[in-house]
T-cell receptor
């Protein structure tokens, strides 16, 4: 069974704090993704990675950075959290190859920035 | 214009009804198409892929209309357990085989 896990389900941080969100997958997938999900806006891609140490910007990378030092782990970093980064953050992974490869999602981290 | 658009609903239907959702996409060169299901406070999960020839899985049928740039999802004999948000996803030409653009979702509520 594919498993994507995220380090926290709920997180509360203060404005200006540095925030780390961790994601781990156990299916040896090459591709990993970070999205945020907001009401009415749906899932928006922040960053993705198609290999270790490789990363590409998604549609809304501003204010975020990522790290992929190991194949199974993809971290999202908020360098200086702001209130407009309050959101649900979802990590996903997929196998490289077919255009129909499924993305598997983690349970999400609901981040509140005060 | 958003790249992928869906009617947010909610669609309120009785058990046993047939319901259909559409999802329009703006880039005619988009590569592949999907429907995901997301239950309240849960992560999205793949419901089905949408092939050029259409795809059927039990009570669910997905179709692709390239000429009009939309995909559709038909649910027959709705069950209470079908209540969820249905997200369409499109693989854009710039995204290789990896990247997906999601719609904001259509909420379905099936009532007794």
């Amino acid at each position: 069974d594919v498993k994507v896990t995220q380090s926290s389900r709920y997180l509360v941080k203060r404005t200006g704090e540095k925030v780390f969100l961790e994601c781990v997958q156990d299916m040896d997938h090459e591709n990993m993704f970070w999205y945020r999900q907001d009401p009415g806006l749906g899932l928006r891609l922040i960053y993705f990675s198609y290999d270790v140490k490789m990363k590409e910007k998604g549609d809304i990378p501003e204010g975020y950075s990522v790290s992929r030092e190991k194949k199974e782990r993809f971290s999202l970093i908020l360098e200086s959290a702001s209130t407009n980064q309050t959101s649900m953050y979802l990590c996903a992974s997929s196998k490289r190859g077919s255009r129909y490869n499924e993305q598997f999602f983690g349970p999400g981290t609901r981040l509140t920035v005060l | 214009r958003k790249e992928v658009e869906q009617d947010p609903g909610p669609f309120n239907v009785p058990e046993g009804a047939t319901v259909a959702f559409n999802c329009t996409y703006s880039n005619s060169a988009s590569q592949s198409f999907f429907w995901y299901r997301q239950d309240c406070r849960k992560e999205p999960k793949l419901l089905m892929s949408v092939y050029s020839s259409g795809n059927e899985d039990g009570r669910f049928t997905a179709q692709l209309n390239r000429a009009s740039q939309y995909i559709s999802l038909l649910i027959r004999d709705s069950k209470l357990s079908d209540s969820a948000t249905y997200l369409c996803a499109v693989n854009p030409p710039s995204g290789g085989y990896n990247k997906l653009i999601f719609g904001a979702g259509t909420r379905l509520a099936v009532h007794p």
